[in-house]
């Protein structure tokens, strides 16, 4: 028999030929039977009321068999949970009200794609429309404090005001990051289809749990009576975290019809019907001792959300514990403009929120002439600096020295301006990296069979990021089978429930559950082989017999083939397995259970904190006259616990290096101020990164070993990579040029 797979070895993706020859079927790709096809009518203003609608046009054309709109839906069901909770997003299905411009104010089905499109045309809105305010600096917004992302006060230990203006050294300075949209491959897409009072619902998802129940809460329907799947889901980055509003319409619209129902919204709808990352500005104030130890850190920052949320970015609880400092003072705000719901989007509260805390440090640094990894060494903290709680283990600085390493940090001259290639001005930053180590509730079932064929079933999903293949990989290495004796079933609400893949939880969350039924399975076959009369481990210990290569495997050479084992229990041994992460709320099972979330953050643990790190350098070049801006190389290390698999964690990191690099460089979702209006909806003028413009990217894995983050030692990976980047990449612009562009992104026209 082939060798079998191992926890931590590379491995291909086992749904790789599946994608590349278009066998995975995405949501939008379900075949249902004479669906009717749905197109979103969206608001033409940012603030009002429909005053009137006049679809009688619509309706006539020949096809067109429903158009939803409030008036004849009012009631019926009740507003997505999002606006007030996390995530979401707004929609007049309720009532009249245009929260901002984009939302969906009618929806109209017909026979085929093109019909539906034409009459959403013709239905004619009449808004009373009221002045809008865009967002920061515009009138009309009003600012309130905020707690942190996670819930709860942001840190603070001290008095920060006092050291701060005592101490020799300073920097006080603001930034601010822009609005971003995910702009994931695929749109946004639902297809409802009722079979009697059962609604099944494909729809890619983060979370067909989250899904599942939201639903039930807005159509009265038993959450029982919901299915909601979602196989692959082509690109999420947090954009497909939340139930937003369009998926009540179509189910809606698929019940009055008894007719399927499928939707794929436009590119530029996805800009405002889904969530995206909300603008933010800070001010850093970094006061430090002449030798360069923190005396104070102030940070306040303040995130753009919806009128009706109270969704915020806030990363203060990272950025006000990341280094040694007595004197911290952390305060968020939110901002309520008239835009839809902003929300999760790759690493929410450490991208914008680390952004100017790690380009103060650079400041720091060139403030006291002191290297700015030296500046982190001297600031280095073996626990969180405002509650005095270790982090259960931390290889910041091992990040930075490897990194520094392959980077080639040492021939590095500190003078901004001082290194060239021609007419090309080079410069190096670098900045720290964190992510919370965060793990979820979760249940799965295994089945093995006496043939050494395993089926594990959960309600995982399949972002790209390679759920399929690494959940193949502890299967068979905790089962002792060959990769292609496991099959893997995910993304199907009727599957065991396994929460939501955000917060870099998910990998952590079902390999941890898998894990722990395998075991399951291992005790059970033990068991029963010691407790037989006959055969090679009567009377032995339970607790030393193993699953290996295909066999029951006990000391001294013992074993025996799968088969018998698994014949001794009956024929085929299923185990279902349920993961209560230490640190998750005690009534974490019963929350997962009813579809909801229930998280062990690393940042909320009360026995300490619990933190992925890294390290990020990149190397730009700024043309002398022209002031374009190149960035043709990037090292990031990262010590995350433990990795299943390098070959899918090297393409996250990857993946966050580069949107790193973007989210500096290129990508702002551009507002018209006087209408709230975003007007780059496309990927003709959103700006993303091409082959061209990110060349070199080396990812450096720092091995680390962390026995308390959970059973498994995984951090998470699926966000750091990301995190500091935007940083490292101004840092470097200010080595190329001595110019300090604290307000991202960085385009020609700053640096003229
Ligand atoms: Mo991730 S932005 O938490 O889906």
């Avoid at 499109?117 to 809105?125: F, G, L, P, Q, S």
């Avoid at 808004?127 to 009138?139: H, L, M």
């Amino acid at each position: 028999m082939a060798a079998q797979v191992r926890i931590g070895e590379p491995m291909p993706r086992v749904d790789g030929a599946a994608k590349v020859t278009g066998q995975a079927l995405f949501p939008a790709d379900e075949t249902v039977a004479g669906p009717a096809y749905a197109f979103l009518v969206t608001s033409a203003v940012a603030r009002g009321r429909v005053a009137r609608i006049d679809a009688a046009e619509a309706e006539a054309l020949p096809g067109v068999l429903l158009v939803l709109t409030h008036e004849n839906t009012r009631g019926e069901v009740k507003p997505p949970a999002g606006p007030g909770g996390q995530g979401g997003t707004t929609t007049t299905l309720e009532s009249d009200r245009v929260w901002h411009d984009g939302q969906i104010v009618a929806v109209v089905v017909a026979d085929s794609y093109e019909i539906a499109r034409d009459a959403a045309r013709r239905v004619k809105i009449g808004y009373a429309a009221e002045p809008a305010a865009a967002g920061f600096d515009s009138a009309g917004t009003t600012t309130e404090p905020a707690e942190s992302m996670e819930g709860g006060p942001t840190p603070k230990a001290g008095d920060a005001e006092a050291a701060f203006a005592a101490a020799p050294v300073k920097v006080d300075a603001r930034y601010s990051t822009p609005t971003q949209h995910h702009n994931a491959m695929e749109l946004f897409t639902t297809t409802c289809l009722w079979r009697g009072d059962e609604l099944v619902v494909y729809e890619p998802s983060q979370f067909v749990g989250g899904v599942q129940s939201g639903l039930a809460r807005q159509l009265g329907v038993p959450r029982e009576k919901i299915r909601v799947i979602s196989k692959f889901v082509g690109g999420g980055f947090g954009g497909k975290g939340g139930l937003t509003a369009r998926t009540a319409w179509i189910a809606l619209a698929a019940r009055r019809l008894r007719r399927p129902v499928k939707l794929a919204a436009t590119r530029d709808q996805g800009f405002t019907i889904a969530t995206y990352r909300a603008e933010t500005r800070h001010r850093i104030r970094l006061a430090a001792d002449r030798q360069g130890h923190l005396q104070a850190l102030i940070h306040q920052g303040d995130s753009v959300t919806s009128r009706p949320s109270k969704y915020n970015a806030n990363g203060l609880s990272t950025s006000g514990r990341l280094y040694a400092c007595p004197n911290v003072l952390t305060e968020g705000m939110i901002t309520h403009a008239d835009r839809n719901t902003p929300g999760f989007m790759r690493a929410p509260p450490e991208t914008p929120f680390l952004f100017p805390l790690e380009c103060a440090m650079d400041e720091l640094a060139a403030e006291l002439a002191i290297d700015p990894i030296e500046l982190r060494r001297i600031n280095d903290t073996r626990k969180d600096p405002t509650s005095g709680k270790p982090y259960t283990s931390r290889s910041l600085m091992r990040c930075f020295d490897e990194a520094a390493r392959a980077f080639g940090w040492s021939r590095r001259d500190p003078k901004p301006g001082a290194m060239r290639d021609g007419e090309w001005l080079i410069g190096w930053g670098c900045a720290s990296a964190a992510y919370s180590a965060n793990i979820g509730a979760g249940a799965c079932r295994v089945s093995l069979t006496p043939e050494g064929k395993a089926h594990v079933q959960i309600a995982a999903h399949e972002l790209g990021t390679g759920s399929y293949t690494i959940l193949t990989q502890v299967a068979a290495d905790r089962l002792g089978l060959r990769p292609q004796d496991v099959t893997v079933e995910i993304g199907d609400s009727a599957l065991p429930p396994a929460g939501i893949s955000a917060g870099s939880s998910h990998a952590s969350t079902i390999c941890n559950v898998l894990a722990k039924a395998c075991e399951e399975v291992r005790a059970r076959l033990a068991q029963a082989a010691v407790a037989a009369n006959r055969g090679p481990f009567s009377g032995q210990d339970p607790a030393h017999l193993t699953l290996s290569a295909g066999r029951l495997q006990g000391p001294a050479g013992r074993a025996e083939p799968l088969a018998e084992a698994v014949r001794r229990v009956g024929g085929v041994v299923e185990v279902h397995a349920e993961n209560l992460p230490k640190g998750a709320p005690p009534n974490g099972l019963e929350t997962l259970h009813k579809g909801g979330m229930a998280m062990s953050r690393g940042s909320g643990r009360p026995d300490g904190l619990a933190y992925a790190f890294g390290a990020q350098f990149v190397e730009v070049r700024v043309h002398e006259r022209t002031r374009e801006v190149r960035a043709p190389r990037a090292v990031g290390a990262f010590a995350a616990g433990r990795i299943i698999n390098p070959t899918t964690a090297r393409s996250q990191y990857m993946g966050g290096m580069i949107w790193g690099i973007s989210s500096a460089l290129h990508e702002a979702t551009e507002i018209d101020r006087r209408l709230g209006r975003y007007y780059n909806k496309d990927f003709a003028e959103y700006l993303i990164p091409v082959n061209a413009d990110v060349q070199q990217v080396d990812v450096i894995f720092v091995p680390e070993e962390d026995h308390e983050v959970n059973p498994l030692g995984m951090k998470g990976i699926g966000e750091i990579g990301i995190v500091g980047m935007n940083a490292a990449v101004a840092n470097a612009v200010w080595h190329a040029t001595g110019r300090r562009i604290r307000d991202l992104p960085i385009r020609i026209e700053k640096l003229l």
